[in-house]
């Protein structure tokens, strides 16, 4: 592998809040461990979701908790060529293809039955891409840092979108070739994105690029048991000082980092520099999920 390069990779469909923070916090502190580039990523390929403004308060949100990145702020919606490319290139290997059907003609099934694999099954109706999951070294097999061997069949989880109907890029296909072109060698993420690293190791195998290090953190969720995210309406992230101190803190415990209680108070610099010093991914808890009491994530 070459020198450490990790980065945080936000949606912009509204701000970060206390689940994104533990995202944000690992990736940053096991980079700067290594004395490694940790870059921010804005992943705004899906422009509905992303109201103006969001992503400029998540950089806000991130200096405010000390999270300074390194290099220029990158952006996936100028980036179409680029996915473009890989796509020509995956449906030359036979493992992309149109497909004109619609979950609503296949909610029966658990995961799409591959109906367009030998042709679009609607010719003149709109198209979405999908990657043929079936092909290629199955299972895909992966050390991950936290939970160990993984073995997973992407023809388990069905044929994924490449490019939506409406011409959007999908997640999978665009986050793999961000990697690659900016060097990533760690993926620090939650871990309901687990399941989402076989599809992603098999575009990079089919791809000709390299494989990261992954390391997934346990999913937060609230006191009700639901996911901490902009759509169960978990409270964004504060920027004054006096409420980002205790939740710093109180990140670095959920982290298991075991920080000393009077470090609560203290600057955020000096909390993140005892973390960089301190920090032992091998300390986290494999837990998939973590339920945190309702009160923990605001200050």
């Avoid at 916090?25 to 980079?31: G, T």
């Avoid at 919606?77 to 996915?83: E, P, S, V």
């Amino acid at each position: 592998m070459n020198a450490y390069r990790g980065r945080f990779a936000p949606t912009p469909s509204g701000p970060l809040h206390f689940g994104s923070l533990i995202a944000a916090l690992a990736s940053f502190l096991d980079a700067r461990r290594r004395n490694g580039h940790w870059g921010v990523r804005i992943e705004d390929i899906d422009p509905p979701r992303c109201p103006p403004g969001a992503a400029d308060t998540i950089l806000r949100q991130l200096e405010a908790f000390g999270l300074h990145w390194d290099g220029p702020v990158t952006r996936q919606h100028d980036r179409d060529a680029a996915y473009a490319t890989a796509l020509a290139r995956l449906e030359a290997l036979g493992l992309a293809y149109p497909c004109s059907c619609s979950r609503r003609q296949w909610r029966a099934y658990p995961i799409y039955p591959g109906w367009c694999r030998g042709g679009v099954s609607e010719p003149g109706k709109p198209v979405a891409w999908r990657l043929r999951s079936d092909l290629g070294r199955r299972p895909v097999t992966w050390q991950d840092r936290l939970f160990g061997r993984q073995s997973l069949d992407p023809a388990a989880l069905g044929d994924v979108v490449l490019k939506r109907k409406d011409g959007l890029w999908a997640y999978q296909l665009a986050v793999v070739v961000d990697d690659a072109e900016q060097g990533i060698t760690d993926v620090v993420r939650g871990a309901d994105l687990l399941d989402n690293t076989p599809w992603q190791r098999q575009l990079q195998a089919a791809l000709g690029l390299p494989t990261p290090r992954y390391l997934h953190l346990p999913l937060i969720l609230g006191g009700d048991g639901q996911k901490l995210s902009k759509q169960n309406m978990a409270p964004a992230l504060p920027e004054a000082d006096a409420a980002v101190r205790p939740l710093l803190h109180r990140a670095l415990d959920v982290l298991d980092q075991a920080p000393p209680a009077e470090l609560a108070i203290a600057p955020v610099a000096e909390q993140l520099d005892w973390a960089i010093a301190r920090w032992e991914p091998e300390c986290l808890r494999a837990e998939f999920e973590r339920t945190l009491p309702d009160d923990a994530a605001t200050p």
